[in-house]
């Protein structure tokens, strides 16, 4: 790593992408400063995929072993490092929830009953939740149908038919509610971060 | 389900992983030709992506990150033990010392050397795969650029033919009108002689220098595009390397078009 890079990590807040190339490189500083910044969002959604807070442990430790070997392979260019860490996150958890489930008929997923606490760094807290607020603020937009679609698909990893059968509406209808919900989401979160951006300037 | 539309109307099912088997087949096979649907998947995978924030961020438990940096392997890549689970976080595991076991007396000198030659190999053809992983990776990446800019709406593909100077030879040139922006490929072109080098020429009324070509970087932009001169024809003649760029062609034709014109 260049004396810069290796400055900056030490100074203070690196961006996502630097992190990810120190840790390609085998820089457990940046390892660990990757896993204060996300390991919390990344175990609230193992632990809603997964409905159970030891197992969510479990595949959390899998997912950071996973981004310690293939740290090298995230492109920025390709999209935001949360997005890339979290699609790693839900495969891993929905591949273990159909290990459990074939184990035995997995309740419904609840919400974990872990209390809300504060992650460790107040700055990526406030960084995570101002991203929450833009979804929120874009899911509101999006009719009640198109929205349950897209989250039966994204956190209980059902298949269309599934998502079908669960609804009790016409695979055709299904298949659009995806496309208008998620086409919709993709411009207000779009329209949502060139107005946080101008807001900057 | 076979057009374009079919396909992208089950994007936002794949982005989100709930296709059913034969249909994600069938969308792969189609995102492999159409870097439009490429492109819009990536847009509605990243739009997935973003529902990670309805998760409610909870903190991991107290010994978490320490059992986690225990299972990592070691810089000599080593693991120190297999993956962390749970249940692990108990015993220290004895450290495997390759130096310990190189000084046991139980191991002897020929042993030793087969260890070391293994060793080697194990190097030499992990570097060898590496370096042809990575020229994988840059080929791929490489063809990706030539489909998406061969199949981009404003790019024209012009076939070239030899002429007498060299039968058997053509090539097609994908040129795109608005940023001259060109990709030329060629096949069975005779191998310039000693210091001379291939020369485009757009030709109409006029004859305009489009830039030299090089086999080993058939891309660039060219210099000269027509404008409001069609039909014309594309040329290629061997012209001296050391002129900055000819004028004139200088040499005979070696590939030619047909009369190009373009759509309005």
């Known amino acids: ?201 | 389900m076979t057009t374009h539309e079919g396909y992208r109307e089950a994007l936002a099912l794949h982005a989100l992983g709930s296709l059913e088997e034969a249909e994600r087949r069938e969308v792969e096979a189609h995102l492999e030709t159409c870097p439009h649907c490429l492109a819009e998947l990536a847009e509605l995978r990243e739009a997935t992506a973003n529902l990670v924030h309805l998760a409610t961020p909870l903190e991991p438990s107290a010994n978490h990150l320490q059992r986690l940096l225990d299972a990592l392997p070691s810089a000599g890549g080593e693991p120190r033990r297999a993956a962390a689970t749970r249940a692990s976080a108990m015993a220290p595991p004895t450290p495997f010392s390759l130096r310990e076991l190189l000084k046991s007396k139980r191991f002897a000198w020929s042993a030793r050397f087969a260890v070391a030659a293994v060793f080697v190999l194990l190097i030499v053809s992990q570097v060898n795969l590496l370096e042809r992983l990575d020229r994988a990776y840059l080929e791929i990446a490489r063809m990706r650029e030539i489909g998406e800019f061969v199949t981009s709406p404003g790019v024209t593909l012009v076939p070239l033919w030899g002429t007498d100077a060299a039968r058997g030879a053509h090539a097609k040139l994908a040129y795109e009108h608005a940023t001259g922006h060109y990709m030329l490929f060629s096949s069975r072109m005779p191998a310039p002689p000693a210091g001379r080098r291939y020369q485009l020429w757009v030709i109409s009324d006029r004859v305009r220098p489009a830039g030299a070509f090089s086999a080993d970087s058939p891309d660039g932009t060219l210099s000269a595009l027509p404008r409001g001169d069609e039909p014309f024809i594309f040329g290629m003649t061997l012209e001296p390397e050391n002129a900055s760029q000819s004028d004139e062609p200088t040499g005979g034709m070696v590939l030619m078009s047909a009369p190009v014109h373009h759509p309005r």
């Open chain 1, 1 to 201: 790593m260049s004396a810069a890079g290796n400055a900056k990590l030490e100074a203070g807040r690196p961006e996502d992408g630097e992190l990810l190339s120190a840790v390609a490189r085998g820089d457990r500083q940046a390892y660990r400063a990757l896993y204060q910044r996300y390991a919390p969002i990344l175990l609230g959604l193992l632990s809603r995929i997964l409905g159970d807070r030891g197992e969510a442990e479990d595949v959390l430790q899998e997912v950071f072993l996973q981004i310690w070997k293939k740290a090298g392979d995230f492109d920025e260019r390709r999209g935001r490092a949360l997005h890339w860490l979290a699609t790693i996150a839900r495969n891993r958890a929905l591949d273990r929830r159909s290990t459990i489930e074939s184990r035995r008929r997995l309740a419904p997923a609840a919400l974990p009953d872990t209390a809300y606490q504060q992650p460790l760094d107040p700055v990526d807290a406030a960084n995570v939740a101002e991203e929450a607020r833009h979804l929120h603020r874009a899911l509101a937009q999006i009719p009640e149908a198109q929205r349950q679609v897209l989250l039966l698909a994204y956190f209980d990893g059902l298949s269309q038919t599934e998502i079908a059968e669960r609804v009790g509406l016409p695979l055709g209808t299904v298949k659009s509610h995806a496309r208008i919900g998620l086409t919709r989401l993709r411009d207000f979160l779009a329209a949502s971060w060139a107005d946080r951006e101008l807001g900057r300037r």
